[in-house]
């Protein structure tokens, strides 16, 4: 299976302003994603969509393949990741290179251990599925099972829509959320518009290493975290 690594960081970040190539300790944050990307076994193509030529004269410096710079229209706030990945596949597959699955790895989620992502192509390839994505577990307090909305009479309402709330935590059933690490489609998926299809596997990350750094205090939770992780990564 023929896997196409797709990094993605655009130009226009507000709540940090230029993250994707703002220094986080030593490294531009895009060199932890590229570093994570070509080491991996399983990629057979990384490429970098940004609307960015500083965003992109970076990722050249770190080895990252920036085969195209991002149209306008695909670089705003309202621009959506599953456009920006077809974007790139189409562009690829028009200079004659197919790939079975994309594996979309994102600027913002730096941290990854060692073959993780190889991990997770091994998995997803044994799975048979149509996607995977990497996951942490919902802590019990957010359990869906324990999460409320409100009814039209301004009453609340099991989210789950069930009629009565399980009362023990022991009882609750393992739930995940997408940690953002990585997500991996078949093309066909891609192309249809989505990065999950009927059958979804996952992969469950470590809790150490998720930061997905949107504000100033993700970006600080970040530098914290470095420390201890630089010798795993």
Same mark, same amino acid.
């Given at each position: 299976?023929?896997?196409?690594?797709?990094?993605?960081?655009?130009?226009?970040?507000?709540?940090?302003?230029?993250?994707?190539? *703002?220094?986080?300790? #030593? /490294?531009?944050?895009?060199?932890?994603?590229?570093?994570? =990307?070509? @080491?991996?076994? &399983?990629?057979?193509?990384?490429?970098?969509?940004?609307?960015?030529?500083?965003?992109?004269?970076?990722?050249?410096?770190?080895?990252?393949?920036?085969?195209?710079?991002?149209?306008?229209?695909?670089?705003?706030?309202?621009?959506?990741?599953?456009?920006?990945?077809?974007?790139?596949?189409?562009?690829?597959?028009?200079?004659?290179?197919?790939?079975?699955?994309?594996?979309?790895?994102?600027?913002?989620?730096?941290?990854?251990? *060692?073959?993780?992502? #190889? /991990?997770?192509?091994?998995?997803?390839?044994?799975?048979? =599925?149509? @996607?995977?994505? &990497?996951?942490?577990?919902?802590?019990?307090?957010?359990?869906?099972?324990?999460?409320?909305?409100?009814?039209?009479?301004?009453?609340?309402?099991?989210?789950?829509?069930?009629?009565?709330?399980?009362?023990?935590?022991?009882?609750?059933?393992?739930?995940?959320?997408?940690?953002?690490?990585?997500?991996?489609?078949?093309?066909?998926?891609?192309?249809?518009?989505?990065?999950?299809?009927?059958?979804?596997?996952?992969?469950?990350?470590?809790?150490?290493?998720?930061?997905?750094?949107?504000?100033?205090?993700?970006?600080?939770?970040?530098?914290?975290?470095?420390?201890?992780?630089?010798?795993?990564?």
């Amino acid at each position: 299976m023929r896997i196409l690594g797709i990094i993605t960081a655009r130009g226009g970040s507000k709540g940090v302003p230029g993250k994707n190539i *703002k220094l986080l300790d #030593d /490294l531009p944050l895009l060199a932890y994603t590229a570093h994570a =990307a070509l @080491a991996s076994k &399983s990629l057979d193509r990384v490429i970098l969509s940004t609307d960015c030529s500083s965003i992109a004269a970076v990722a050249q410096k770190y080895a990252i393949e920036v085969p195209f710079l991002r149209p306008e229209i695909l670089a705003s706030d309202t621009a959506s990741s599953i456009d920006v990945v077809k974007h790139a596949v189409s562009y690829i597959e028009n200079e004659g290179d197919f790939y079975d699955a994309v594996c979309l790895l994102q600027p913002t989620s730096p941290f990854r251990p *060692k073959g993780f992502i #190889d /991990l997770a192509i091994q998995k997803f390839i044994q799975d048979e =599925a149509d @996607a995977l994505v &990497s996951v942490l577990p919902v802590p019990h307090e957010f359990n869906p099972h324990w999460v409320f909305e409100s009814n039209q009479e301004g009453c609340l309402k099991l989210a789950t829509g069930e009629d009565t709330i399980i009362k023990r935590r022991q009882d609750l059933p393992i739930a995940y959320f997408r940690d953002g690490s990585i997500y991996i489609t078949k093309t066909v998926i891609v192309k249809s518009g989505s990065f999950y299809g009927k059958k979804l596997s996952y992969l469950e990350s470590n809790p150490d290493f998720y930061v997905n750094i949107d504000t100033p205090e993700d970006w600080e939770k970040a530098l914290n975290k470095l420390p201890n992780l630089k010798q795993q990564l």
